[in-house]
């Protein structure tokens, strides 16, 4: 079966830097996603990766390992605005999005 | 503002019912994605159409179909409601059809309680 595994809570401080892991298991691989999800709201695109690296995106960075069937979503200098589920998604060979659960993270000030 | 919009906003129906969904795609997207996102979990894929039709589906049963119009606009139709179809219902839109690696933009959702 496909599987994509996350935390399913952090708690970090305001102005701190948190990791947010995400290990995937699929049927083939055409891309990676990362979304912000405040409760109660649609989900929001954060980054895309399909190559092996780290994209870097303001305050947010995404980094792949396709032999590792892993990926890490990089939040620095969090602000209280953070605080929200954070879910990863993989594209696989039938191009569909199989989704993690999210992490919920908690940002104190 | 993702250009995506979806009505009605909430819906409470009940059991055995039928509910239509709908779902208007952002300007020069051709590709519409439904997803069911019960509480605390990750969005489910229910199905992608593709310039009209259906391209792709999850593992939903077929009380669950859609449609496509010719302007890119959708629905989502389920019949005979059960208790566990409560959740939030998203629709995403995307540029491109199955062979493009294309970021999908979400609406604000529709907040279905069957009772």
């Known amino acids: 079966g496909q599987n994509i595994d996350q935390p399913t809570e952090m708690t970090a401080t305001e102005g701190a830097i948190v990791q947010i892991n995400c290990t995937y298991q699929?049927?083939?691989?055409?891309?990676l996603f990362w979304y912000q999800q405040h409760a109660g709201e649609a989900p929001t695109f954060l980054s895309y990766?399909?190559l092996d690296g780290l994209e870097e995106k303001g305050r947010f960075s995404s980094f792949l390992s396709r032999s590792k069937g892993y990926s890490y979503l990089l939040l620095k200098e969090l602000q209280m605005k953070d605080s929200a589920s954070y879910l990863c998604a993989v594209r696989d060979s039938n191009y569909q999005l199989i989704w993690g659960a999210g992490t919920k993270l908690i940002i104190k000030p | 503002e993702t250009g995506v919009t979806q009505s009605p906003t909430h819906l409470i129906k009940t059991r055995g019912q039928q509910v239509t969904l709908r779902c208007s795609s952002q300007s020069g997207h051709n590709t519409v994605s439904w997803y069911q996102q019960a509480l605390g979990q990750g969005p489910q894929f229910i199905f992608q159409?593709?310039?009209?039709?259906?391209?792709g589906r999850g593992n939903f049963p077929p009380r669950f179909s859609g449609l496509q119009f010719p302007n890119y606009s959708s629905e989502l139709n389920v019949n005979a409601l059960e208790l566990d179809d409560s959740a939030l219902y998203l629709c995403?839109?995307?540029?491109?059809?199955?062979?493009?690696?294309?970021?999908?933009?979400f609406g604000p959702g529709t907040r279905l309680l069957v009772l």
């Open positions: 990766n399909v």
């Open positions: 699929t049927s083939g691989f055409n891309g």
């Open positions: 159409y593709y310039r009209e039709e259906e391209n």
């Open positions: 995403a839109s995307s540029p491109g059809g199955t062979g493009f690696g294309q970021t999908q933009y």
